[in-house]
């Protein structure tokens, strides 16, 4: 079955940087878009950002220019490097399989940024 | 990139119906069926119910049911159930080429 294993989350301080990672197994990881999306404390989703399989890419604007997503279709894992981070974005990271324009979710790190 | 637009809350008796809208533009959800819903009891992550407006994967009950008319999805949940309470959230693809999300709407069981 599909399962998706975020990690690297963490405390960092405003303007650091956080490397995440998700380990996907149980399907073809390079067949498929990957998205990241975060959830901010008693908030809503968030996008945001996807990679296709072709590797292209697209961010929500309110971390265009801080954030890069990757693939690395040889480990099976996605990755979103976080750099400039703000107070704004704490939140749970989720990293999810697009199929369908459904998302499956993995289970979420919780990134936090504070002094 | 303003999140499509769904009520904060509904509630329902155990059996009855109840229905959550969200509502986008012509630039998502009206010009896309690219509507998918998730549904994320507390402490949990989401979890996919409904994709491409109207379609259940494998392994969620017929209860469930999307539709779609203009720019207004909504998500239909029929003889409502105790377990059945928690938040829930619209997504849908946009014409940026990007996904946007509802600000969530927490489904009470009475």
């Known amino acids: 079955q599909v399962q998706l294993v975020e990690s690297g989350g963490g405390l960092v301080k405003p303007g650091g940087s956080l490397r995440l990672s998700c380990a996907a197994s149980?399907?073809?990881?390079?067949?498929?878009?990957m998205n990241w999306i975060r959830q901010a404390p008693g908030k809503g989703l968030e996008w945001v950002s996807y990679?296709?399989?072709?590797?292209?890419?697209y961010y929500a604007d309110s971390v265009k220019g801080r954030f890069t997503i990757s693939r690395d279709n040889a480990k099976n894992s996605l990755y979103l490097q976080m750099n400039s981070l703000r107070a704004e974005d704490t939140a749970v990271y989720y990293c999810?399989?697009?199929?369908?324009?459904?998302?499956?979710w993995g289970q979420g790190t919780m990134v936090t940024v504070s002094s | 990139q303003s999140a499509l637009t769904q009520p904060p809350s509904v509630s329902g008796s155990p059996g009855q119906s109840v229905t959550i809208s969200c509502t986008g533009t012509?630039?998502?959800?009206?010009?896309?069926?690219?509507v998918s819903w998730y549904q994320q009891p507390p402490g949990t992550a989401p979890k996919l119910i409904i994709y491409?407006?109207?379609n259940r994967p494998s392994g969620v009950p017929d209860r469930f049911s999307g539709s779609k008319s203009g720019n207004t999805a909504s998500l239909t949940i029929s003889g409502l159930q105790a377990e059945d309470e928690a938040d829930y959230y619209c997504?849908?693809?946009?014409?940026?080429?990007?996904?946007?999300f509802g600000g969530g709407t927490k489904l009470t069981v009475l």
């Open positions: 999810a399989r697009q199929a369908n324009w459904g998302l499956i």
């Open positions: 149980g399907f073809t990881f390079s067949d498929y878009y």
């Open positions: 990679i296709t399989s072709g590797n292209t890419i």
């Open positions: 012509s630039s998502d959800v009206g010009s896309y069926n690219r």
């Open positions: 491409e407006v109207s």
């Open positions: 997504s849908s693809y946009t014409s940026s080429s990007t996904l946007r």
